[in-house]
């Protein structure tokens, strides 16, 4: 039998929940083990059925969390780009007028905001 620690490693790495709970069970009905003696009822179906919820949810919470990876990766990028027209913007400024100072100190800022 595998440590908690290497079924969670296994579940980690999307190993299914019903192979877990389907091993326990096997177990338990090991005729030369101690499952008949250590449990007096076993709700097989409802462990399943259990373990089928639970690996949909790991799913779902898998997809949301891609999700909120995938809209946070668009928002640095429309960030960049909004930045990147402001930089080009207050260079125009400074072409026409290069003593304006409001220009030079937006500039200044833009630049200092970057993300690398």
Known sequence: ???????????????????????????????SGEGRRAFLKVHAEEAL?????RHSQRIAGAARQHELQARSQARRERIQRELAAAEA?????????????TARKLL????ASRVP
């Open 108 to 111: 200044s800022e833009i630049r």
């Open 49 to 53: 059925a259990a373990a089928r919820q």
């Open 89 to 101: 913007a207050a260079l125009k400024a400074l072409e026409y007028n290069p003593d304006q100072e």
């Open 1 to 31: 039998m595998q440590s908690l620690a290497q079924l969670q490693s296994d579940l980690a790495r999307g190993g299914k929940s019903r192979n877990l709970v389907e091993q326990c069970l096997a177990r338990i009905a090991d005729q």
